[in-house]
């Protein structure tokens, strides 16, 4: 690790490559963010010929992931969070949405981008109850013994899996069922799994046509996006009793009990999907 700066030209972190996109700097540009290159922002480019709503997209994610934290930790009492696929920081971090609820709260982010990684550790730990871990989501088993993840898990206390955007970059549909459902069976009684995830209806409709264009255009790139249905979004949660309004368009979402959120209501071609499934209590 290096604490080199990241900008265009100039010195950047060991192991970034700015000459190849990163989903994790595309979507920092999306949300207007400036930990990106132009190597990024030439296929941001792209895909907003496709699909101009990518930054309606992004800010609803970030504002689904707000509501989604904010009621885990205040309605849920839950204390203990895994941001898997954090991203880059950004405006609102999972801790500091989680932290204003309740200070107690502990934290983990996992990523494996190397900008992710260089940014991360220095802005994402700002307390003692946060912590960064470089580590492959699609390894579950390495994941999962990672001592502060371990550590975290053996409490029993219910604990927060949040995986905003993450798991539709792993490409083999059987492949992540299994890497969801390990991740599901190692979370303590009445845990939660938030998810969201590029969704294709497969009906033909406008958001069909989109985002097969898109996929075409961006797979040299990322080649291990996958969109999927409602269904295989939904068989993900496995088990879990997926809470109210279920698995269903950002556009769409709410908290239980309570209403979608005005940020979210854009009436945009809906490509991302969100749900919530909770583990039962023993
Ligand atoms: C689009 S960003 C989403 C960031 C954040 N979760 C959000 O929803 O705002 C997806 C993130 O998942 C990370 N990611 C993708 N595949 C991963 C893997 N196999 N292991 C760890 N992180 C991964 C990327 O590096 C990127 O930072």
Redesign the pocket.
Known sequence: MTDQPMNDGGLVAHGIDTTRPS??RV?DYALGGKDNYESDRALYRQIMKIAPETPVWARA??AW?REVITWLAEEAGVRRFI?A????PTAENTHQIAQKVNADTSVIY????PS?VAHGRALLLDNDRTQFTA????KPDEVLAEPSIAALLAGGEPVALVM???LH??HDYEQTLEIARKYVDALPPGSYLAI?HACNPGDGGPVDVMVTELLEKVKDAFPTLAFRSVEQITSLFGDLEILEPGVVPLGEWHVPGGRVEEERQADIRDAIYGGVGRKASS
């Open positions: 989903v994790a979507y994610n970030r992931l941001d696929g954090s991203g880059l996992v990523d494996n981008d992710v580590a492959d989501l699609t905003a955007l993450m970059h792993i969201t």
